[in-house]
Structures are given as C-alpha cells and as structure tokens.
C-alpha cells in the first residue's frame, strides 16, 4: 500500500472516531433517560469499532450488573451481575485498568462463564472501566467472535468512552428533577430521583 493511500485510511479513521467522540458528547447534553444514552452509546461503540457484542456494566454496591448491550437481552439486562472478584469484567473494575484478549478469552483463567451470554464463546474481549471522578463506576467490554488483535488506537478510544460514560453518569447526579424516578439528563444534566 502507498504512503499516501495509508495515511488516507488514517485520516479517514481518526475523522470516524472524532465523531464517536461528539455523537457520544452529545448524548451528554440532550434531554433523556439515562438508560436511552447508554443504549445510544453501546450502539456507536458496535458501529464504529465494528464489533460483535457491546455489554456494559455499571456498579450498584458492591456488583457489577449489566446495564446495556447492543443483543436483545432482556432477560439478562439487570439480571446478570458480577462481584468484583469475579470474571474478566470483575478484574477490569477491581484494577481499574484495560484488558484486551485476542482469542480464545474463554480459556482465561479469570473468565466467568454465564449461560445467558452467548458473548462468552466469542474469542476476542477489550474491556475499559468507566472511571468518573468517585473512581470507578462499571465497566464497558467489547467483543469480537472470531480472533481480533485490537489495536492501539481501539484500545485508547475505548478507554476514552469509559471517561466519557463516568462523566455522563457524574451529570446524572447533578440535577435533581421532578417525575417518575427515572435518571433523565436534562440541559446537559441528569438527576436521579431516590439515588
């Protein structure tokens, strides 16, 4: 491949992932549900990353509990829930630090298995905690069913989506806001009624 036609494709992937990153942003400043913005986000995070499977984790006590994926799993959805000690999604939060896997991630000894995750026979797993400024708040794990050597810049963007969730969750708590209960962001803001 030319020198040219190369740093082509480079500049056509950062312009993709400038605007992840605003899409994402303005997730932050649009009136609506928290569970919208998350699904919203899972979403972009697929489209770009062109992934198979997006899950992701929020901490509620002392548990991880799955809040979001891009499969319909409703069954699983605020059902599925980790301890921190538990599987790779258990260590990313714990660490507080990035795991990528390019195949076989099952056979890692941290793994857990559920049966409610077809996601746990895919092969390859990068998983970033959502970090805010109370430290971390979940988790965001991406996976491809075949092998998948993420790259470097997979690896920092996804990390980056994690700040960037912490930072949607810590406007979640800013703005108290009568209705239902439900965590709407408002104005750039998002409130919860009984947190």
């Known amino acids: 491949m030319s020198k040219a036609r190369e740093l082509e494709q480079r500049l056509e992937r950062t312009d993709q992932q400038l605007r992840l990153l605003q899409k994402i942003s303005r997730c932050m400043v649009r009136d609506m549900k928290l569970q919208d913005a998350l699904d919203v986000v899972v979403g972009l995070v697929v489209e770009f990353m062109e992934c198979d499977s997006c ?54 000894t941290r793994f857990k298995f559920f049966s409610d995750l077809p996601e746990d026979t895919y092969e390859a797993f990068l998983s970033a905690p959502i970090i805010s400024r109370r430290s971390v708040e979940g988790v965001i794990n991406v996976q491809h069913r075949d092998p998948h050597p993420h790259s470097g810049m997979e690896m920092e963007l996804l990390t980056t989506v994690g700040e960037q969730i912490g930072c949607l969750l810590i406007l979640s708590r800013t703005e108290p806001k009568a209705g239902d209960g439900d965590l709407v962001l408002s104005s750039g803001s998002e409130r919860a009624k009984g947190n």
């Open 55 to 108: 899950l992701l984790y929020l901490l509620d006590g002392k548990e991880l509990v799955l809040r979001a994926s891009n499969r319909p799993h409703p069954e699983a959805v605020g059902r599925v829930k980790l301890a921190l000690s538990e599987g790779l999604t258990g260590w990313v939060a714990r660490e507080k630090r990035l795991l990528a896997i390019s195949r076989e991630a099952y056979h890692d």
